[in-house]
């Protein structure tokens, strides 16, 4: 089992503070003989839709020196689990949990923040002191 991220226990509060269940912590994806975890497999019911929406979440701290190396390390790790989500046709929408603090970082950051908008990465951007949600970039 791998190390858990810094805030793994934060995003996992948070999510259920937000209406979330908890399904799989850590989620496994099993994929031509490799295992992968992903930090967090959710769902929440939508009573006006009555349907559930399922997730993925993987936990980032960003918390060294350069968030830009930092960021191509998450943005390899995020292309992989997701080319393997499509390829075993998982009904579950991938993302990364970030701190706000960390955020506010990749804001002042350009080159991120095209990387965020051309591969499409979700974030879940939340909390470290309330353990809350702040923001959900779809």
């Known amino acids: 089992m791998a190390a858990k991220d810094k805030y793994h226990e934060h995003v996992k509060e948070a999510l259920i503070k937000d209406g979330w269940t908890i399904t799989d912590d850590p989620y496994v994806l099993s994929i031509k003989g490799t295992d992968y975890e992903i930090d967090l497999g959710a769902e929440k ?26 960021f191509h390390s998450v943005l ?25 603090d960390a955020y506010k970082k990749i804001l002042q950051l350009p080159a991120i923040l095209r990387y965020i908008e051309k591969f499409q990465i979700k974030l879940i951007i939340f909390e470290i002191d309330t353990k809350q949600i702040k923001k959900w970039i779809k």
């Open 45 to 70: 019911m939508f009573a006006a839709t009555k349907e559930n929406e399922k997730i993925l979440v993987e936990v980032k701290s960003l918390l060294r020196d350069s968030i830009v190396y930092e």
């Open 76 to 100: 390899g790790q995020f292309m992989a689990y997701r080319l393997n989500i499509n390829d075993l046709n998982l009904d579950r929408i991938l993302y990364v949990a970030i701190s706000y």
